[in-house]
């Protein structure tokens, strides 16, 4: 989903925040290919509306990078291979680096065998999992990432934060139509987009979250300290579990509490993330594929809209026409958000 804009927003161009943020990583002692890589996937973030998970993270970033022990030049590599998958040690890097050499193996792997898969330890946050799924688009392979997160939900029917919102995304090639892409938490809000909407001043919709008493609430501000709600009741907290076994037990990275909480933070280099690639040609013959795909989102996009509803849209549709709007108009960013950036900036003696 996008986030409503708010007269207090201001408009900015992607490629001059894409170099303000690449400076500020830069300071921080990234090399210059990670210091891109780490501010084109916020900028990207932003740029299709997901803002929870853009440039509002970069203070947060920079503590991580200089105060909180994750590695700026942490150089994840392999450690072990069998076939087609493989156990990828990020070294304490930023998430975004270790989930792109992540997925440059599991690619590889995908081009010999049809299908590539590697899990990964010793990481940190890595944004936008959409971002990582969707380099396998390029090679014509369906990209599948899943992450462990800080526990921020309950177990059904629970009230301890035990559980991660542990999201997945996938990213399915297409030919004439935009790309399927689906990259949601197992909760009924990621923190980020609670973050946001507090920054805004804004109400939560009902049924996002509940206070720190376990009582319903639209308060973001008492929702920041309470718990998130999953999706689907039981259903959401099961696939947050098996979410979050695939990307933390395969490669033996923490999992739920052993991450670290939202009051003191997550330890540096205890995250794990689970990446794959799927070589379609391996399966069908590709045009016959993506023409396929194109029918499934034109479907999707001419289906009766209910009540309440202007249209349907195929899961990344949405994002794509934003992406659009917004390389015109700009990227509408919060004061809070510029003014965080700006402190970073300042601080690091940015040009």
Same mark, same amino acid.
């Given at each position: ?5 708010? %007269? ?10 894409? !170099?303000?943020?690449?400076? #500020?990583? !830069? ?7 990670? +210091? ?21 993270? *970069? ?26 998958? +493989? ?30 898969? *590697? +899990? ?15 380099? +396998? ?12 997160? *800080? ?16 999201? #997945? ?7 004439? %139509? &935009? ?40 308060? !973001? ?8 709600? &999953? ?121």
């Amino acid at each position: 989903m996008t986030y409503p804009i708010v %007269e207090s927003d201001s408009r900015v161009s992607g490629p001059h925040l894409l !170099a303000r943020v690449e400076a #500020i990583f !830069a300071r921080c002692g990234m090399i210059p290919e990670d +210091a891109h890589l780490l501010a084109d996937s916020l900028v990207t973030a932003d740029a299709r509306g997901v803002h929870s998970h853009g440039v509002l993270r *970069v203070p947060e970033y920079v503590r991580k990078l200089l105060r909180d022990g994750v590695n700026p030049r942490g150089r994840p590599h392999i450690i072990r291979e069998f076939g087609a998958i +493989a156990l990828l040690d990020a070294c304490n890097s930023m998430g975004q680096v270790a989930c792109a050499a992540a997925m440059k193996n599991a690619m590889g792997c995908a081009g010999r065998f049809g299908i590539g898969a *590697v +899990a990964v330890r010793g990481s940190n946050h890595c944004g936008a999992l959409f971002y990582t799924s969707m380099q +396998a688009l390029k090679n014509g392979m369906i990209g599948l990432v899943t992450t462990n997160a *800080v526990p921020t939900m309950a177990p059904w029917g629970g009230r301890d934060k035990i559980l991660g919102i542990n999201p #997945i995304a996938v990213a399915i090639p297409s030919g004439d %139509e &935009p790309p399927i892409i689906y990259d949601a938490a197992f909760s009924m809000s990621s923190h980020g987009k609670i973050r946001v909407y507090h920054q805004k001043g804004l109400r939560l919709p009902e049924g996002w979250a509940l206070d720190p008493s376990g009582r319903p609430t639209t308060d !973001a501000a008492a929702a920041i300290g309470g718990l998130l709600r &999953p999706i689907g009741a039981f259903k959401g907290a099961g696939l947050a579990v098996i979410s979050g076994v695939l990307s933390s037990f395969l490669s033996g990275a923490a999992f739920g509490t052993e991450l670290g909480d939202m009051v003191t933070g997550p330890a540096a280099g205890r995250d794990g993330h689970f990446v794959m690639a799927i070589q379609v040609s391996a399966f069908e013959d590709f045009d016959r594929f993506t023409h396929r795909v194109d029918g499934l989102v034109r479907q999707i996009r001419n289906c009766k809209p209910a009540a309440g509803f202007e249209r349907c849209y195929a899961p990344g549709e949405l994002e794509y026409e934003t992406e659009l709007r917004y390389g015109v108009a700009g990227i509408p960013l919060s004061a809070e958000t510029l003014a965080g950036l700006a402190e970073c900036e300042r601080t690091l003696e940015c040009a």
